[in-house]
């Protein structure tokens, strides 16, 4: 028997050998550079292979590793999946194996001393701050002031010329600052361009200033910034005055890490960026956008790594939170328009990501989106171009392949695309480790910056860059340069630190004091950005972007909300979200909680500067004079007990999501949907709040009398759920994505290898199902007034587009607000498109009952066209206007003059 289980090790062992062999010979032959990985996967398997224990336990941690990322359906992904964890797990497994046998004899023990020894001179080397690296040439030798909201608003009001002094020295900046063109910034990038050495161009190309064991040695530990650096960093040249550039995240605003590598709480935690969506309202996230960049510039960062503007597809993916499109390009393109203008006014670099087509956390690396050009220039292109049009200054290729080829190694995106037909000049940054490929493949093919560039798979190495330059390698098309091939090869490796130097003209970073990465940038890391102005911005975002979904008593004529003192005198909170900490205690701060969802993009508030959505709900409710009971559960029997003699019940629901995987479901968490349909039993008026990441399931929407909807809201989630409910501002946010009836409306992560977008333009209201499909459409959002909407009529007077059209709205219920009218395109049948597009939305100021504005679209040739190998300007539609994409006002024939 004993001898049956050995033979039959044996041979299992056998079987790993073979199954590494293979993963090495693929990589090999896919990846020419991982050579020393390569040798240490294989010294690993030797020496494992003397360890029969050793073997077994890295054999069983190799197949847990897998099941946990998921078994992805292709051969190829599990052979990648496959080595990144059984090449760190066969090394440590067979370092052990190693250092149990040198200590069996004397040479053994004294080869190990000498190695014990080594090994702590590379962990000592990469301590933060120790590491020659670290010390940087300073970029502004005479400053060290951190710009903070008080010092910008003494040194904005003081006309003195002290005042003035000091406002150049520190960089303050009291007024948005207008971006160079695009060709006055080239011109003198050229300049620099031509007095740098090959050295310094190459250090613009790759990040630096991360804690990662180096790339040759495979490692299973997270690699992390160092102490007094950014998310992404990259040296400053301060001989020819090129300013260090440092990324930072983005999703909820200035992502702040737990102590020591940042402050948490000294930035605002801002609405989610499909918050912002819902809010339909460029001016105001143009403002936003404008306050997070201050925060960033007195961080001492000066590129936030967003808008995320993607369009949304699959209604489970877990970064939906992050992208302000919602599902629809136009909507996007309009939020990525203002967001640019907005942060890039500060001083601070945007960057629109993820580029492209990363529409699904699950196998993000792997995946290869297949995607038909009609879908990718309509549907999910338009973010992009309107952010580039508006002149954001850099782009990140996303971690998913695209038709067949990693994104940030794929010409017909990076170069064909982005950087000819959409007419980017700025440069394209890796995500995180997205770059699989030596520069051969990927900087002639449109890549121009590494992130980090440390741990993990790090490619453009300034050596590396070298030998390749010069051997002018590199196999290309050269989209759109119009150069012959070797003339294009030269200026190929040019172009990454060109366009990095223009895009630093471009936003005056060569004017702006900026520290250096390092210890110079730690007392703006730390030092305290918020400003009263600020917060009560964020508190106004996130109360206009609460969606209200129904407001519809189940009995009688009179609403549930507001919830006025004449009508409720005691009011029953439900639910445990009403107490839910914000919270971040594990990686970097990265864990999602319902008020800003979980990844990279993740801000954190420690709890004592935050205040708990039933804490406002209490101080509102009170100055109302209004009394309130609690249940703070979800539990159905405490519950009930908490709705005696109430008046109201109030329930807060909610769900959370995160970067890297998707959604497991579309339900609110905790049984919530049971304890509302129990509290729906009550004969009194039941309203449900809800906090979520993207779409959700409403099932006992006809049970109850209100619903109101919340995407991830950011630190003043409490204020703006107590502004709304008890009627301080008026609904007017719209929903940016369609909430369906049940999860097979929707599109379901695919866990295939080539995910092929079939449905094409036809998601979300442009479904040919979508009324069938929503419960509460695209577009849908209440107010607690009514408006009218006029005819339209075209307007010939000043319109300085192609089409313009006027419509009067008028509030005609009897409370004041504002209304989003929206316009929608219809084609004739020829053009072959959905029945609906929108091509145009415009928000009211808020109107006094009985009041009017008169809303003007102003269609451009682009909003006429439609996209069929090019985009084909169309003769005639009818535009339908109207609330929301299913409750359509008025419409009027559009035909162009000949
Ligand atoms: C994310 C990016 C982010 C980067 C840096 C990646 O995991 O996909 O969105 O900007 O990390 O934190």
């Not at 690296?133 to 400053?143: G, S, V, Y």
């Not at 290729?397 to 995106?413: D, F, I, K, M, P």
């Not at 989209?479 to 090869?489: A, D, M, P, R």
Request: hydrophobic residues 40%; contains cysteine.
């Amino acid at each position: 028997m004993m001898l049956m289980l050995f033979s039959a090790m044996k041979w299992l062992h056998a079987a790993l050998g073979l199954l590494l062999f293979v993963l090495v010979i693929s990589r090999m032959a896919r990846f020419p550079n991982l050579g020393m990985q390569t040798l240490h996967l294989g010294l690993g398997v030797l020496l494992i292979s003397r360890k029969l224990p050793l073997f077994i336990s890295s054999l069983v941690l190799f197949w847990i590793s897998i099941y946990a990322k998921g078994v992805p359906a292709d051969p190829w992904p599990v052979l990648a999946a496959g080595w990144s964890v059984c090449s760190p797990c066969s090394f440590f497994a067979g370092l052990v194996g190693f250092c149990v046998a040198c200590w069996r004899s004397t040479i053994g023990k004294f080869v190990l001393v000498v190695g014990l020894a080594v090994l702590a001179n590379v962990i000592i080397t990469l301590h933060p701050l120790q590491h020659p690296e670290d010390i940087l040439p300073r970029f502004n030798p005479n400053t060290s002031t951190a710009e903070t909201p008080s010092l910008r608003l003494r040194l904005c009001s003081d006309y003195s010329a002290e005042a003035a002094a000091e406002r150049k020295r520190i960089g303050v900046l009291c007024e948005p600052l207008a971006p160079l063109s695009w060709e006055e910034a080239e011109k003198r990038a050229e300049v620099t361009l031509l007095a740098m050495s090959d050295e310094e161009r190459y250090s613009l190309m790759q990040g630096i200033g991360w804690i990662g064991l180096p790339t040759w040695l495979p490692s299973p530990l997270p690699a992390i910034p160092k102490i007094g650096y950014y998310m992404g960093n990259t040296p400053p040249i301060p001989r020819l005055g090129v300013p260090p550039l440092k990324l930072h995240d983005a999703g909820n605003g200035f992502r702040n890490m737990p102590e020591p590598l940042g402050a948490s709480g000294s930035t605002i935690m801002w609405p989610c960026s499909l918050a912002f969506g819902a809010t339909w309202d460029t001016t105001l996230v143009k403002e936003v956008a404008g306050a997070i960049g201050r925060e960033y510039r007195g961080k001492g960062a000066n590129v936030i790594l967003g808008p995320s503007v993607q369009v949304q597809r699959v209604a489970r993916n877990g970064r939906n939170f992050e992208y302000m499109s919602g599902e629809d390009p136009y909507l996007g393109a309009k939020m990525s328009e203002a967001y640019v203008v907005g942060v890039q006014g500060e001083g601070v670099m945007a960057c629109l990501k993820h580029f492209g087509f990363n529409e699904q956390e699950t196998n993000r690396n792997f995946q290869s989106s297949v995607v038909d050009e009609k879908t990718a220039w309509e549907l999910y292109y338009p973010p992009f171009e309107a952010g580039v049009a508006a002149g954001a200054a850099s782009v990140m290729c996303s971690y998913n392949r695209v038709n067949g080829t990693h994104s940030c190694a794929n010409e017909a995106l990076l170069r064909r695309d982005l950087k000819q037909k959409m007419g980017f000049r700025g440069f394209v940054m890796t995500d995180w480790w997205a770059l699989h490929h030596p520069a051969d493949s990927s900087v002639v093919r449109g890549l121009d910056m590494e992130m980090p560039g440390a741990g993990g798979e790090t490619y453009l190495y300034k050596g590396d860059l070298r030998t390749m330059e010069e051997s002018q390698a590199g196999n290309f098309t050269g989209y759109g340069l119009g150069l012959e091939k070797s003339k294009l090869q030269r200026e190929i490796y040019n172009d990454p630190a060109y366009r990095i130097l223009s895009a630093a003209y471009k936003l005056h970073l060569f004017d702006l004091p900026s520290c250096t990465p390092g210890l110079d940038c730690v007392e703006p890391i730390f030092s305290n950005q918020r400003s009263l102005e600020a917060e009560k911005l964020a508190m106004r975002c996130a109360s206009e972007s609460v969606v209200l979904l129904k407001n519809e008593p189940r009995t009688g004529e009179t609403k549930a909300l507001p919830l006025l003192p004449s009508k409720v005198k005691k009011l029953a909170l439900i639910g445990e979200a009403w107490v839910a900490p914000s919270r971040s205690t594990n990686e970097l701060g990265m864990m999602g909680d319902y008020y800003s969802g979980g990844g990279s993009g993740h801000c954190y508030i420690p709890p004592e500067l935050f205040t708990l959505p039933i804490v406002s709900m209490y101080e509102r409710a009170n100055s109302l004079g209004i009394d309130i009971s609690s249940a703070l559960t979800n539990n159905i029997t405490d519950a009930m007990n908490g709705i005696k003699d109430a008046d109201a019940i109030v329930v807060l629901a909610a769900t959370t999501a995160e970067e890297s995987r998707d959604r497991a479901s579309l339900h609110l968490d905790n049984g919530a949907d049971d304890l509302i349909f129990e509290l729906a039993k009550q004969e009194k008026p039941v309203i449900v709040l809800t906090q979520v990441p993207g779409t959700i399931l409403l099932p006992w929407k006809d049970n109850v009398d209100a619903i109101a909807l919340m995407f991830l809201g950011g630190e003043f989630t409490g204020h703006a759920w107590a502004s709304i409910i008890f009627g301080d501002v008026s609904p007017s946010a719209k929903l940016p994505i369609m909430l369906p009836k049940n999860e097979s409306y929707t599109v379901q992560p695919s866990e295939e290898f080539d995910i092929f977008y079939n449905e094409g333009l036809y998601t979300s209201y442009r479904s040919t199902s979508a009324s069938e499909a929503a419960t509460y459409p695209f577009g849908h959002g209440l107010s607690y007034t009514e408006f009218q909407y006029a005819t339209p009529a075209l307007q010939d007077q000043d319109c300085e587009s192609l089409l313009c059209v006027q419509v009067l709205v008028k509030n005609v219920g009897g409370r004041s607000g504002a209304e989003v009218v929206q316009g929608y395109l219809e084609f004739p049948p020829e053009a072959d498109e959905p029945k609906l597009i929108l091509r145009g939305f415009q928000k009211t100021r808020v109107l006094e009952p009985g009041s009017s504005e008169q809303i003007s679209f102003k269609f451009t040739e682009r909003d006429f066209s439609v996209y069929l190998n090019g985009w084909r300007l169309q003769s005639r539609a009818t535009l339908h206007i109207g609330s929301s994409s299913a409750d359509l006002r008025q419409s009027i024939e559009l035909v162009l003059p000949q």
